[in-house]
């Protein structure tokens, strides 16, 4: 296998060629967990592992079916509800222990203080969803508003009592950030039998090899704080279910029937393989761009690697023919959706027309008729 047989693999793993996911729940769930702190590009993503809009993923979300919460880093996730609570039980330990530094500085440490102050979190919020200025208000009785720690001591509090499964997103509301909302656990997500440590990292690194595969162990690691031994445990426990090839002096893991289903030898495969040398509009945080640290896709020949990079949220990664061309950026100002396409280097006039068709097609997926599209060349 070679990194360009590699990547088609990887994106038709992730669901983004070949076979459509049947709904947001699936594509979701598929991947175990679904980077969002972007929330509209979160669902952007999502839509296109489901050939939907990006309502559909705001629907899902607003009725409970996908989850919104702290799991795995400390960082926003989507989940699909049934795998909430097994996977904060597994991976809340690690990511509370990493961040006693944090808490310390912001005065949620000390036993006795952050059991008073969540127990007023979970007052306020079993009075129904809140948002977080909502939360803000709350809390601007008890402590200095105009304290410069203020909002992020409020958003570790919140991020501890998710956590801890205490709470979770609640139903959309748009004067919420995101639309987001803080609602009781216990009032979105399913009982769910207890899985061991054991079962639990076992499941959790089977899915992430059939879902994000081939892909470096590594990778894993980032993407779930698990240690080697706990990784190399699971894989051992898992048996030939797992597969491996070498690509580039790397071992690269992958799930054998998800490789069977949508790999090399498919039936699908040489579609998906014609459509991954497309172009792309990827996430900063989708996670086809985001995990595979391992053997990323090469610049486009003659680009500039500064030109290529992209901010944190509101964009992200823009592909040709499974090479890097540059970044991309949207904004919504007064209504009018805008979609800047920015070139690390010279675009082929065939690559500049399928990405503005990209672009148009992920205004269309927002819920866009019409947008601009802004081609910047180096």
């Known amino acids: 296998m070679d990194r360009r047989e590699l990547w088609v693999t990887r994106l038709a793993l992730q669901q983004l060629v070949g076979a459509p996911a049947a709904d947001v729940e699936g594509a979701v769930a598929a991947s175990l967990a679904v980077q969002s702190q972007d929330v509209p590009l979160a669902h952007d993503s999502l839509a296109q592992r489901t050939g939907a809009t990006a309502a559909r993923a705001t629907d899902a979300l607003d009725a409970g079916r996908i989850i919104r919460t702290h799991v795995l880093r400390p960082t926003w996730h989507h989940v699909a509800a049934a795998d909430v609570r097994w996977l904060l039980a597994l991976t809340s330990p690690k990511v509370l222990s990493g961040m006693r530094a944090r808490h310390r500085q912001l005065a949620l440490s000390e036993p006795a203080t952050l059991a008073a102050e969540v127990d007023v979190l979970l007052g306020e919020v079993a009075q129904g969803p809140r948002?977080?200025?909502?939360?803000?208000a709350v809390f601007a009785r008890r402590w200095d508003r105009a304290d410069p720690l203020f909002w992020q001591r409020l958003s570790h509090l919140c991020m501890i009592a998710e956590l801890e499964a205490l709470i979770c997103s609640g139903p959309v509301d748009p004067a919420g950030l995101n639309g987001h909302t803080y609602a009781l656990a216990d009032a979105r997500l399913p009982s769910t039998p207890q899985r061991s440590p054991e079962e639990a990292t076992t499941e959790l690194v089977a899915r992430f090899f059939a879902s994000h595969g081939p892909v470096a162990l590594r990778d894993l690691q980032r993407w779930t704080r698990?240690?080697?031994?706990e990784i190399r445990g699971?894989?051992?426990s898992l048996g030939p279910s797992l597969g491996s090839v070498e690509v580039n002096g790397e071992t690269l893991w992958f799930g054998a029937q998800a490789m069977a289903e949508r790999g090399p030898g498919s039936a699908g495969f040489a579609a998906a393989r014609r459509r991954a040398e497309g172009a792309w509009l990827l996430s900063t945080f989708d996670e086809?761009?985001?995990t595979h640290g391992t053997l990323p896709l090469p610049l486009l020949p003659g680009s500039t690697p500064s030109a290529a990079k992209y901010g944190e949220s509101g964009g992200g990664p823009m592909f040709w023919d499974?090479?890097?061309a540059g970044a991309w950026k949207r904004t919504l100002v007064k209504g009018r959706f805008t979609v800047r396409l920015i070139a690390a280097g010279p675009l082929p006039q065939l690559a500049r027309t399928a990405l503005v068709?990209?672009?148009?097609a992920l205004a269309h997926r927002a819920?866009?008729?019409e947008a601009d599209i802004v081609v910047d060349e180096v």
Do not use: M, S
């Open 234 to 236: 699971a894989i051992a």
């Open 226 to 229: 698990l240690n080697l031994g």
């Open 288 to 290: 086809a761009a985001l």
């Open 367 to 369: 819920g866009f008729a």
């Open 322 to 324: 499974l090479h890097l």
């Open 357 to 360: 068709a990209q672009a148009e």
């Open 131 to 136: 948002t977080r200025a909502d939360l803000g």
